[in-house]
């Protein structure tokens, strides 16, 4: 069982990463998730896959998710510092970044220990990155991810 942490879990990103997750419980246990400001979805998240920690970028929304996951057992982290404590958890196998642009890189001035890819990708290449990627994937998670896709049009 791979366990996940997901960064941005309540764009459309993270959502569809967690039907992706909830479909395959045998494969997958999500340890814990972040939001920018959604702090009633991210609560929600939280509570649906027993997560271990939660973090919100925006303080103003971390008052909110804490009211929310009182007494729940959930840790609750706030700002950029709870996001990037999320990002490097030593309990996690695998973090999917979901944020999408500058935001899912960091804070302004933020400097990451791994080396550059070289160079910026254009959305073209990012896609067909994907499309490798889900070259390799299962028929069935294929499928399971089609159904996904569909029940959103």
Do not use: H, Y
């Amino acid at each position: 069982m791979r366990r996940l942490s997901i960064i941005g879990s309540t764009g459309s990103i993270g959502t569809q990463a967690l039907e992706v997750v909830e479909s395959l419980p045998d494969d997958f246990q999500v340890v814990a998730l972040t939001a920018r400001r959604s702090a009633a979805l991210l609560a929600e998240q939280a509570r649906q896959f027993q997560v271990a920690a939660v973090a919100i970028v925006e303080d103003e929304a971390a008052g909110e998710l804490r009211e929310l996951l009182a007494g729940s057992g959930v840790e609750v982290l706030s700002g950029w510092e709870g996001l990037l404590a999320v990002a490097g958890r030593d309990d996690v196998d695998l973090c999917l970044n979901g944020m999408v642009g500058g935001a899912g890189m960091g804070p302004p001035g933020f400097k990451s220990a791994m080396p550059g890819f070289g160079e910026n990708l254009k959305d073209d290449e990012i896609w067909a990155v994907l499309a490798f990627i889900k070259s390799r994937w299962p028929r069935e998670v294929l499928a399971r991810q089609r159904q996904i896709t569909a029940r959103g049009q």
